[in-house]
């Protein structure tokens, strides 16, 4: 091996703690000899199929989780017991490496556990000790699959006072993934519910929504502005532009929310609708992951762009946005698709 191939071997194992596999040093310029020829003299020790350790770095755990990783292919993140050991969560057992993919069914390797996921968002992805690893809100949602309520309390509340991971987060999690009957979701909502106070968590959410809307460039709205309905009952909406009919609502119970609460929002929600009015509903993923989205779509409304069509499924909506014409720019340019808002928006 020439001493430029060993410069890069060393480098990205260095980054990696002191594993590669083979497909990178391929792409990196290594020849199929060269590899070979350095798992030969023993400077790579095979760990998995196509992945090596270095031989100038000794085992370790977070070595073991970076081999299952990159044994797992593209993509794939540690995950569960393995992330929150790499998040250094509390009182977490010690288990086998784990890791996630998303797609495909994964490939099967000896001494990993291999989960597979419909999707793995931005948001779920980070890195921890160089090693790619699902979020920390993501990874204790996965932890309430494998492991009883009690670790998961531990856990999150640990996470919480390290600063590990906030509540906006932990509640994003939950409303974009904790979906009825997902393994994890009722562990996490238990451990959120015993670590805060329901009515504080929404009052927090709707003064970060002033915030949001103060420091944006919409017009002033109203705020607690009350609407008479045409059943002629009242409601009083969170913010509100009047004179364009526009109202927003903060929904600070959609993680934890049951289906009465759904039925009863919704009926007050299409109730709005029948009024004249366009309400649009944001919650925490919202305000933290998607805002200039939702910022794209109250200007459209403002600017009284096309409505937006609504379709209820799995407990969230789908908004879909027409173009508004060719001939308008700017700001108020072409709005595009949004990802959901909200349920029963």
Known sequence: MTAAADVVLSTLARSQSGHVSRRQLRSAGLSARQIDGAVGRRLLVAVHLGV?????????????IMAAVLGAGDGAVASHRSAARLWGLRDVPRWRPEVTVAGASPHVRAGIVVHRS?????????TVDGVPTTAA?????DLGAVVPFGFVLVAAQDALLRRVVDLAQLLSALERLGRRGRRGTAALRAAVAASTNAEALESELEAKLYRRLRESPLPAPTYQHELRLVDRSWVRLDVAWPEHRVALEADGRRWHAIAKDFERDLARHNAILASGWRCYRVGWTDLTERWPAVLDLLEGALRGGPAPALSFFGGSTTVKVVDPPENESGRWGSLRSVRPLARGA
């Open 137 to 141: 809100a993501r990874t204790l949602l």
């Open 118 to 126: 419909d999707r793995i968002d931005p948001e779920d992805r980070a």
């Open 52 to 64: 090596y350790r270095h031989s100038a770095w000794p085992e370790s755990a977070t070595g073991r």
